[in-house]
T-cell receptor, first 114, second 110 residues
């Protein structure tokens, strides 16, 4: 596609529920990143994919968070047993390759956990 | 891990005044990128600096990379209302992970 597409744009859920957030990167971009941004803060790195594999998942806060990219294109961030502290905007970005290339961000998925 | 710090956290200026934000890393950076996020929007790439001491200009914006490749700055000359937003620097940790600073939020009084 022309840009990075993220769905849903807004998600309100209750504490303890399971949530999936989807990212469709720019066609041909091999690198895909997930970041989390809380109000007034910079984007916080969660995980990075090169192709289908998670090259660096050191930013995932705990084992309730998991992400996949089975065919090297679309990625899904999965959050189990959501907590109020998970409320944030989840940003996806893609680039042509890893390392020094420029990130193109999607509009984000705003998650609110009640 | 690498820490990227930005100052100031907030800056309010009168339209036409200059603005500068500073970025400091605890480790040497292979390169540094700058992004702008408008209110309610997402980060948008502005520029990338790679060489020690590099200076790049985009119209009224001047970006500088320190000689030791541990700090960077963004200077805007004669701010306009369209410059409103939050400016982030981001440095590479290793070869893959881009670490963002906390940003400098610029507001402008017209």
């Amino acid at each position: 596609g022309a840009g990075v597409s993220q769905t849903p744009s807004n998600k309100v859920t209750e504490k303890g529920k399971y949530v999936e957030l989807r990212c469709d990167p720019i066609s041909g971009h091999t690198a895909l990143y997930w970041y989390r941004q809380s109000l007034g803060q910079g984007p916080e790195f969660l995980i990075y994919f090169q192709g289908t594999g998670a090259a660096d998942d050191s930013g995932l806060p705990n084992d309730r968070f998991f992400a996949v990219r089975p065919e090297g294109s679309v990625s899904t961030l999965k959050i189990q047993r959501t907590e109020r502290g998970d409320s944030a905007v989840y940003l996806c970005a893609s680039s042509w390759t890893s390392g020094a290339n420029v990130l193109t961000f999607g509009a984000g998925s705003r998650l609110t956990v009640l | 891990g690498q820490q990227v710090m930005q100052i100031p956290q907030y800056q309010h200026v009168q339209e036409g005044e200059d603005f500068t934000t500073y970025c400091n890393s605890s480790t040497t950076l292979s390169n540094i990128q700058w992004y702008k996020q408008r209110p309610g929007g997402h980060p948008v790439f502005l520029i990338q600096l790679v060489k020690s001491g590099e200076v790049k200009k985009q119209k009224r914006l001047t970006f500088q990379f320190g000689e030791a490749k541990k700090n960077s700055s963004l200077h805007i000359t004669a701010t306009q209302t369209t410059d409103v937003g939050t400016y982030f620097c981001a440095g590479l940790q290793g070869a893959q992970k881009l670490v963002f600073g906390q940003g400098t939020r610029l507001t402008i009084n017209p």
